[in-house]
């Protein structure tokens, strides 16, 4: 099976950044696409950023468009999601995610789950 762990979150004024890191373990022979989402109080789960493991092909959702990128070190085996310019609207418990072929920003799509990690921020 797969493993994914989270870290990175915390607590930012408006306008500051984070970084939040996935590092995945187990059989990850079969992922070939991992994603961001994010997920706040009484709101559904919403696809932020996804990339294609096995090249450069990255998808950003229109409303970090600009502001958020997403990243990989293979050789450690760990996604990254570099957040700038945060908004209080930004503020949600974000996780991450892995998949087989094919990149998608829709939940339902993932079979893997990190336990999510809390980013606040404060204007």
């Known amino acids: 099976q797969v493993q994914l762990v989270e870290s990175g979150g915390g607590s930012v004024q408006a306008g500051g950044s984070l970084r939040l890191s996935c590092a995945a373990s187990?059989?990850?022979?079969?992922?070939?696409?991992m994603g961001w989402f994010r997920q706040a109080p009484g709101k559904e789960r919403e696809g932020v950023a996804t990339?294609?493991?096995?090249?450069?092909?990255?998808t950003v959702s229109n409303s970090v468009k600009g502001r958020f990128t997403i990243s990989q070190d293979n050789a450690k085996n760990t996604v990254y999601l570099q957040m700038n310019n945060l908004k209080p609207e930004d503020t949600a418990v974000y996780y991450c995610?892995?998949?087989?072929?094919?990149?998608?920003?829709?939940?339902?799509?993932?079979?893997?789950w990190g336990q999510g990690t809390q980013v606040t921020v404060s204007s």
């Open positions: 995610a892995a998949k087989g072929w094919g990149p998608s920003l829709a939940a339902y799509d993932y079979e893997y």
């Open positions: 187990g059989d990850t022979s079969s992922v070939k696409n």
């Open positions: 990339i294609f493991t096995g090249g450069s092909s990255t």
